[in-house]
C-alpha cells in the first residue's frame, strides 16, 4: 500500500501519516527524515544534498527524488510506505511518477487532509512548544498542566516564529501555489480521497481507514 499525504501545514497530515503506519506495518517517510539520516550516513546522495542545504539552496527536484526513491527500495517498505511532505509541487510529482514506472511500481492513494485556512491560522497560533525538551501542546487541545510551563522539564513555552498568524499565511500561500495544484493532479490519475481534517483526530484516522481498509 503507497500513500501520500497531503494537505496544508498545520492540517495534521504528520499524525495521520505515523497512524498508518504503525496500523498497516509500513514506514512513515519523511524527506526531512531522508536527507538527515543519508547525512548522517555520509552516503553519496547525502553528501549531494548536504552541499546544497549548506549553502541555504532548496535540494533540486531531482535529487531528492533519488533520495525518495533509494529509501523505498529498502526491505521495510516492500508492502507499501506512507510519504509525508513530497511531493510537494507538480515536478517532484512527475519525477516520482516517472521514477516508480520505471520500477513497475506505482501509488495506490493520495489522501487530502482538508481543512480550510483560517482553522489552520486558529489551529497554529494555539500551539506552544518547549525550546529545551522539544514537547509540543496546544492551548485548547493539549494544555499543559500549568500554564505556559513544559509538564516534562519546567521550561517556559513558547509561540514559535513558524506559528505566528503571519507566518501561517504566508506559508498557506505558498501552499496553495506549488503545492494544492497536486490535488488535481492526483485526482487526474484516480487517486485522490479526501477527509475532512477539522473533526477530531481519532475521526479523521476513523475515515482514513474507511479508504484504506482493516
Do not use: W
Not at 516520482?96 to 489552520?120: F, R, S
Not at 507566518?167 to 498557506?172: A, G, P, S
Amino acid at each position: 500500500m503507497k500513500i501520500i499525504m497531503l494537505g496544508a501545514p498545520g492540517a495534521g497530515k504528520g499524525t495521520q501519516a505515523k497512524q498508518i503506519a504503525a496500523k498497516y506495518g509500513i514506514p512513515h517517510i519523511s524527506t526531512g527524515d531522508i536527507f538527515r539520516a543519508n547525512i548522517k550516513e555520509g552516503t553519496e546522495l547525502g553528501k549531494k544534498a548536504k552541499e546544497y542545504m549548506d549553502q541555504g539552496a532548496l535540494v533540486p527536484d531531482e535529487l531528492t527524488c533519488d533520495l525518495v526513491m533509494d529509501r523505498i527500495q529498502k526491505d521495510d517498505a516492500k508492502n507499501g510506505f506512507v510519504l509525508d511532505g513530497f511531493p510537494r509541487t507538480i515536478p517532484q510529482a512527475e519525477a516520482l511518477d516517472a521514477a516508480l514506472t520505471k520500477a513497475g511500481e506505482a501509488m495506490d492513494y493520495a489522501i487530502d487532509v482538508d481543512v480550510p485556512d483560517e482553522n489552520i491560522v486558529g489551529r497554529m497560533g494555539g500551539r506552544r512548544a518547549c525550546l529545551n525538551c522539544g514537547a509540543t501542546y496546544h492551548i485548547v487541545s493539549i494544555p499543559p498542566k500549568k500554564e505556559g510551563i513544559c509538564d516534562n522539564c519546567g521550561s517556559e513555552l513558547v509561540l514559535r516564529d513558524d506559528d505566528k498568524p503571519e507566518t501561517v499565511q504566508k506559508r498557506l500561500n505558498v501552499y496553495h501555489e506549488q503545492t494544492q495544484p497536486l490535488i488535481d493532479f492526483y485526482k487526474g490519475k484516480g487517486i485522490l480521497r479526501s477527509v475532512d481534517g477539522t473533526v477530531p483526530m481519532d475521526q479523521v484516522f476513523e475515515s482514513i481507514v474507511s479508504i484504506l481498509g482493516e
